[in-house]
């Protein structure tokens, strides 16, 4: 499984924007160090080991978070509210767009990564989101996903979004099923 270089650049820009451009090329600088792979340009289209990428996730959260893995939902929410409001996805979607939009979430997923699967499987009231097949289950994946899914639907307008973990690599699961419930 690999990760496409448009994620990471979500992630450089994230973090220059809350901690300073400064404590970004510090960190990386110094991260680069322990993962070479990081000492070299990174294009949207480059393609980072799956294994590397979540060090460097790791890493982030440790240094910056305390290593509370609360952030990388922050993470999903904030790729989200970026993606609708000054992004790619501005244009494609409207207030409201609840359901469209969770249909749209598996082209996001396939934009990102290589390998695994995420489903949409709507019902009356509720829409499942599934990972599968993800040949390195990481929390990572979890939470900064289903982060951007409840992101996107709060920047679309959903009133009263609850959401359940049915399954996730945070409950030791091979997958990940969230069920969502908007109005």
């Not at 400064?22 to 960190?27: L, P, Q, S, T, Y």
């Not at 980072?48 to 978070?65: G, I, K, Q, S, T």
């Not at 396939?110 to 289950?137: A, C, M, N, R």
Request: aromatic share 14%; net charge positive; proline share 4%.
């Amino acid at each position: 499984m690999e990760v496409k270089g448009v994620a990471f650049l979500a992630r450089q820009q994230m973090m220059v924007q809350s901690h300073g451009e400064a404590a970004w090329k510090g960190f990386l600088t110094e991260f680069a160090k322990q993962e070479p792979f990081f000492a070299n340009p990174i294009m949207p289209v480059t393609r980072m080991p799956v294994d590397a990428f979540l060090r460097l996730n790791e890493e982030l959260l440790a240094r910056f978070y305390a290593g509370n893995k609360d952030a990388w939902w922050q993470f999903g929410v904030k790729s989200a509210e970026y993606a609708l409001g000054q992004g790619q996805l501005r244009t494609m979607f409207s207030q409201g767009d609840l359901r469209r939009f969770l249909l749209f979430t598996p082209g996001i997923w396939k934009g990102y990564f290589t390998e695994g699967e995420l489903s949409v499987h709507p019902g009356q009231g509720y829409t499942d989101l599934s990972i599968t097949h993800v040949p390195k289950p990481h929390v990572y994946f979890e939470l900064s996903v289903m982060g951007f899914a409840h992101g996107g639907l709060s920047y679309l307008g959903a009133r009263n979004l609850t959401r359940q973990v049915l399954k996730g690599y945070t409950k030791g699961d091979r997958e990940v099923l969230y069920r969502f419930n908007v109005s």
